[in-house]
């Protein structure tokens, strides 16, 4: 009766033990991809804010890399031109290239992001697998045409936007990137989103 029951406890661990390996390689494999994954914030972005309690892409870098995929969360001015933003995301991408040896990345923008990913890949098509937008104003804003049409935003009121990207700058880490509301706003219009797609659109070819 006693090895009996060892017998049958030996055979149930082993089951467990089975079905655990099992889950877990399945899991670890889910969100896994031939190329690293970058990330890239909008305005007014960060990585992570107050040691990882306020979490700008909300765990969804964790939960990748929990399941087999290789991800880079980027960090670029939190307000500045698509051109300006564009050449920090690029900087970084290079690096991130070099370090993991990768041939190509996947580029993900929210919001802002949208114009750093697309800078990226028409600075270096050859060096990017895919571009998603997430929430991407790639026509503009309509809040942005509203202020630069109207002049609605006095010099102060850029001076404290500029002031409060700089502070979630410090909290977010060591960065020394200036800030420009102006340049965002401008950038994000109708009118500076279109110019900013004609510079570059057709220089992407993935």
Do not use: C
């Amino acid at each position: 009766l006693f090895n009996m029951r060892k017998l049958l406890i030996a055979s149930l661990v082993a089951a467990l033990t089975s079905t655990v390996s099992v889950t877990a390689t399945a899991a670890s494999t889910y969100s896994q991809t031939k190329y690293p994954i970058v990330l890239a914030h909008g305005m007014f972005g960060f990585k992570s804010l107050l040691g990882g309690a306020i979490d700008y892409w909300y765990q969804i870098p964790s939960d990748l890399q929990a399941n087999g995929a290789k991800v880079y969360v980027t960090q670029v001015a939190a307000l500045e031109s698509s051109d300006v933003r564009g050449e920090q995301l690029l900087t970084q991408v290079k690096n991130i290239l070099a370090i993991t040896g990768a041939a190509k990345v996947n580029l993900m923008g929210h919001s802002h992001g949208g114009h750093s990913i697309r800078y990226v890949a028409a600075a270096i098509p050859t060096k990017v697998a895919s571009v998603t937008a997430i929430g991407s104003p790639v026509k503009g804003a309509p809040v942005a045409d509203l202020i630069t049409k109207t002049g609605s935003l006095s010099a102060v009121a850029y001076g404290a936007l500029n002031a409060l990207a700089s502070v979630i700058e410090m909290f977010n880490g060591p960065g020394s990137y200036n800030q420009s509301a102006k340049n965002s706003i401008a950038a994000l219009s109708t009118t500076g989103s279109a110019a900013f797609t004609a510079k570059y659109l057709s220089l992407i070819h993935i």
